[in-house]
């Protein structure tokens, strides 16, 4: 039991984990908030399934197709929402990419409908038995997949030249334009990158969860909640936050199965209502008493 | 021309002009009667949670007002109220700041319509909708008229359904915690306590939950008999995906989500077999020529499926058109004849209780797990 619950928060916690890495990139990079990285999953998701229903193709194939149409897409959403506003106060930013998040709802809304669409599997939506414990291949493959674009993120910025540079930017743009990194190019990067991302995630929550134009909310909350936990600014604190949202979301309603007399002694505890509010309860003390994050350092290593 | 000659012509021409004038007095209002007037604004969620239903109550309103006789000239604009109580009393309040408004066909999201209740009575303007949210008809509010069974009938029909023809007594009970949610819980709990049966597992799941696994985990912990659900469309597809992958072979009773076409092609016919939700009518599943005729005309206007919502919607508007053909004039005049009147739509005979639930009947539908068409196996008037 317990084993089958922890697989459920894992498969849930890696894709959360994907789409709070790319928002924290874009945050380290730019000192703002994108608002619209929720929509970006969204976008994911919708390109994954126009994709997916002309090239009639697994998810698994289309998966580097739909970053590479996610990362095109932040590119040019960097040049909307951040380099015309980003000699201003960062709040008009944060209201541009919640314009910009809006009109990709809304877009959504008027090619495909209000309706749930449910996207292609990343190779089947068959299940398998390992141990004693059910589990889904579309889960083992966000695992799997998931890992994947969380190293070779890992190596591009910390193996890689390009890496150097965007690192550089994120710590002190001045700085970098000082030693001669094109900036603003190392900016657009991160936007494409951190889109990239969310959009990776975006193709395998539509298949496990459906999507909707209006789930990008639901979904950038998660990853704010995500990177304040972890560390503001923390990319691995980023992605610690993203399992600890999942194992509250799966774990703890779960406890009464795993110890029994907790039904009996504080059965509203362990309700799905009541694990959301803990979350959130969670998130103020940290807040509180710890607003570097769980993660965090005082002084963070950015990007 | 003589002096008498001209005082006759003048005399001819006088009595030409009267005539024209007494024709035109008479014509005047016959002209009035024959192109009644209809100022119909819809006021519904086309995006947020309930955009789906909300469309679909656009559609059908859309669809009664294209086929309304020419005797009524309907003005009607549609405006999206999202899914906040206070878009919906904005789009209330701008309407009604634009002209005289006959009748609003309202948001289906019971919070929004707790919300506009009071800025409908104080402008006596009727509001018809399709919210199956019970307390919307319990405010002693005369202005709204819900042309969707309420909890009251659905759960009914619901709970009947479960006792009667499953002949369940161990019902774990998984709702949502909207105002719609809670609603038809009470109801499911209180007509399941009439029965002496108290579920043995319950619990609520927020809009946005994803994985259900940790609630499935409970409801098969409590070892049920039946599942009944009282979700929205999306995530009523969730859960049944959801309870599938984890070998849940219980026997599923939904709520009108699993109605929507659009949901049941989330999902494979294999996963729908042996589910059954209640609703007020099975469009894609006909019934009937003017069922039929509704169904193929909605198709080609729309490109999509219509569900129960759309159907009620249309019956809404349809039923107004018909007091406004038959001299309604007024908003008062509207809603003194939604009141006491009775139509014939494509669902039901709607008829007020005295409180504006207009809808009462209720049916079953169920999937055999071959198709995603549903079958209608048990009527509840």
């Not at chain 1, 890992?154 to 030249?161: A, D, M, P, V």
Request: net charge positive.
């Amino acid at each position: 039991m317990l084993l089958q619950i922890l697989a459920n928060a894992l498969a849930l916690g890696a894709a959360y984990a994907l789409l709070a890495l790319g928002f924290v990139l874009i945050l380290n990079a730019t000192g703002a908030v994108n608002f619209a990285h929720g929509d970006m999953v969204m976008a994911g998701g919708y390109v994954a399934i126009a994709m997916g229903s002309v090239l009639q193709l697994p998810g698994a194939l289309l998966l580097p197709l739909v970053v590479a149409v996610m990362a095109l897409l932040g590119f040019v959403f960097s040049w909307f929402a951040y380099f015309p506003l980003k000699n201003r106060p960062p709040v008009s930013v944060f209201i541009s990419t919640i314009a910009l998040g809006i009109i990709f709802q809304n877009s959504a809304n008027a090619i495909y409908g209000a309706a749930p669409r449910k996207g292609p599997p990343l190779l089947s939506e068959g299940n398998f038995g390992m141990g004693g414990i059910t589990i889904g291949a579309q889960a083992l493959g966000i695992v799997v997949v998931a890992i994947v674009l969380i190293v070779a993120q890992h190596l591009l910025l910390n193996r890689s030249g390009i890496g150097r540079k965007l690192r550089a930017t994120a710590q002190d743009r001045e700085m970098a334009e000082a030693v001669g990194i094109r900036v603003n190019r190392m900016i657009a990067l991160t936007f494409a990158l951190g889109s990239a991302l969310a959009g990776a995630a975006g193709l395998m929550l539509s298949n496990t969860f459906f999507i909707t134009p209006t789930d990008g909310t639901n979904y950038v909350i998660k990853a704010y909640i995500a990177v304040t936990i972890g560390g503001w600014g923390s990319l691995s604190g980023a992605v610690c936050g993203a399992l600890i949202i999942a194992l509250f979301e799966v774990l703890f309603p779960s406890l009464p199965l795993l110890i029994p007399p907790l039904k009996i002694i504080a059965p509203w505890l362990f309700t799905q209502t009541a694990s959301t509010i803990l979350l959130y309860v969670g998130l103020l003390a940290i807040m509180f008493f710890r607003p570097q994050g769980l993660f965090g350092e005082t002084v963070q290593r950015r990007v | 021309m003589k002096v008498s000659d001209m005082r006759r012509n003048n005399r001819r021409r006088d009595n030409c002009i009267g005539l024209l004038v007494a024709t035109a007095l008479v014509a005047c209002p016959l002209a009035a009667s024959a192109q009644a007037e209809l100022n119909l604004p819809i006021l519904v969620p086309i995006t947020g949670f309930l955009s789906l239903e909300g469309t679909s109550q656009r559609n059908g309103a859309l669809l009664a007002i294209k086929n309304a006789p020419s005797s009524v000239k309907i003005t009607a604009e549609v405006t999206d109220t999202g899914s906040s109580p206070e878009g919906a009393v904005t789009a209330l309040e701008r309407s009604l700041s634009r002209g005289k408004v006959s009748a609003v066909a309202a948001s289906m999201l019971g919070t929004q319509m707790l919300a506009m209740l009071p800025v409908a009575l104080e402008n006596k303007v009727p509001l018809a909708t399709v919210s199956g949210t019970a307390d919307i008809t319990e405010k002693n509010n005369p202005y709204v008229f819900r042309f969707f069974p309420g909890d009251a009938v659905a759960k009914g029909a619901h709970v009947r359904y479960v006792l009667e023809e499953l002949k369940k007594k161990r019902v774990a009970l998984v709702y949502q915690t909207t105002a719609y949610g809670q609603s038809g819980r009470k109801h499911i709990v209180e007509l399941l306590k009439k029965s002496g049966i108290e579920p043995v597992m319950e619990e609520a799941l927020d809009v946005a939950v994803k994985d259900m696994s940790a609630v499935i985990g409970k409801v098969q912990a409590a070892r049920p008999d039946v599942i009944m659900l009282h979700l929205h469309g999306g995530p009523s597809a969730l859960f049944i995906k959801q309870a599938g992958a984890a070998k849940v072979n219980l026997p599923i009773v939904a709520g009108s989500g699993m109605s929507q076409p659009t949901t049941v092609a989330l999902m494979e016919p294999a996963e729908l077999k042996g589910l059954c939700a209640e609703t007020n009518a099975a469009p894609v599943a006909g019934g009937s020529p003017q069922m039929d005729k509704f169904l193929a005309q909605y198709r080609a206007e729309f490109k999509s499926e219509p569900d129960g919502f759309a159907v009620g919607q249309y019956d809404a508007t349809s039923m107004i058109i018909d007091v406004v053909a038959k001299g309604a004039k007024t908003p008062e005049d509207i809603r003194k004849a939604l009141s006491g009147g009775s139509f014939k739509g494509l669902a039901m005979t709607y008829k007020s209780d005295g409180k504006g639930n207009m809808a009462h009947s209720a049916v079953i539908i169920c999937y055999d797990g071959k198709t995603r068409m549903p079958k209608i196996v048990k009527r509840y008037d």
